[in-house]
Each structure stands twice: as C-alpha cells, then as structure tokens.
C-alpha cells in the first residue's frame, strides 16, 4: 500500500495503485477491466465532513463526498470520490435495479453529489444557527431552526436580521449557505422594501434569479 506522500502525476503509476486497490478485493485477480466490471455504484454516499479521506481506489486525497461501490461476486465494498466512478466506468444502478447507460450514470453521479453538496450547505447554516444562539443569549434559534428546515431557506427580513447578528457576534459563516426566499409576495414586497444598506447586508445570499428581480423591479 503506497502512501498519501507517494501520489504523483505518471499515469502508469495511476493505473498500478489502481490495480493495487482493486485485484485484492475482486474475483479477477488479473484483468483490471474485468475486475471493474464486477462493481457497481448503487447510489450509497457520504459526506465526512472533512477532506480528508483518501480514494480507495486510486488513492486520490483529500476525498470529503464517499461514494461507496460494491462488488457483486463478493459483497466487498470501496469507498471512492465520485468523479473516478464515471473515470473507470463503473456501472451505475439505479433505485429499481436498471443498469444506466453512460451518460445516464454521469447525470446520476453529479446528481447524487450536488445533493451531499446542499445537504453540506443546510448543515453548516444549522450549526452556525447554534453557534450564534450560543453568543447572542436574544436570538429565539428555534423560530429560525424550525423555518429554515422546512423551507430551506430565509425570508428577507429574517435573513437580515440574522446576517447582522451574525456579523456583530464576529461568527465566522459562509453567508452563500444562507438562502433567500421570496416564493410569496409579502415576501417579494418585504425584500423590494430594503434599504440599499440592508439589500447590500444579504445581497451574497440571493440566487442570480433573484438578483434579477431586485434589479428589475426595485424603485419602481
Ligand atoms: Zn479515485
């Protein structure tokens, strides 16, 4: 087993750690093709949180989305980054048992992936909600916890308020994690209302579209 020191860029190394992976813990012990043949992505994943795990297959660092493939002959699993499923063409099944073509498994694996992605994303606003309730002894968090998990998102005036608290409580956040949402029209009204200062405060939170229709239909 090479070490994380040992990653370099030649392309036959690449293909023998693959090897190296994969052999032992396949039926086929010669035929790479063949040994890849018999593993199959059926739309298990996770997010560690940290990037900081290492592909199991071609020893890729700095893996934070696992996505688990397993062997049909002998139920052994790995644990890879996404984009080597579709580099190694490995077959893709998906929830009623069919076997993707190509371009369906590629649509499938960055699917899955932007799913783990926002999942991130919900996390970290979460956690950053308990965080600043932690500091700001007047924020009311559940309010804020029990609306965001059902709409994913703010609406304009909680999501100023919270930007601003967030910022005088020196909480570092990633404030593109924090969505806008303007479905309703009280909600359209309320953000057409703000102030230039206050639409500045959140402005990093609002969608291209949204944006747009600030644009379009402020001060008018
Ligand atoms: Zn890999």
């Known amino acids: ?9 030649e392309m036959m190394n690449w293909i023998e750690r693959v090897k190296e992976n994969v052999l032992p813990v396949s039926n086929e012990k010669y035929n790479i093709r063949k040994a890849l043949d018999e593993w199959v992505y059926e739309g298990n994943m996770y997010d560690v949180e940290v990037a900081d795990e290492i592909c199991e297959l071609c020893d890729h660092p700095n893996i934070r989305y696992q ?8 139920n052994n699993a790995l644990l890879i980054g996404s984009e080597c499923i579709i580099r190694f063409k490995i077959s893709v ?3 009623s048992g069919k076997k993707l073509s190509f371009d369906e498994a590629k649509k499938k694996v960055t699917k899955d992936k932007s799913r783990l992605v926002t999942e991130a ?15 700001d002894h007047n924020f009311n968090i559940l309010n804020f916890i029990e609306y965001f998990k059902e709409r994913k998102a703010f609406t304009p005036n909680q999501l ?5 608290r967030l910022e005088r409580a020196n909480i570092d956040f990633k404030k593109s994690h924090f969505k806008l949402t303007i479905k309703r029209n009280r909600e359209k009204e309320q953000l057409l209302q703000f102030e230039d200062w206050k639409l500045n405060r959140i402005w990093s939170c609002l969608s291209n579209s949204q944006k747009q229709f600030v644009i379009q239909n402020k001060n008018k």
């Open 160 to 164: 100023a308020l919270l930007i601003w």
């Open 67 to 74: 996505f688990e493939i397993v062997n049909q002959l002998n």
């Open 121 to 135: 994303k919900e996390k970290s606003v979460l956690n950053t909600l308990v965080v600043l309730a932690g500091i």
């Open 1 to 9: 087993m090479k070490s994380k020191l040992d990653y370099g860029g």
């Open 93 to 95: 099944i998906d929830k």
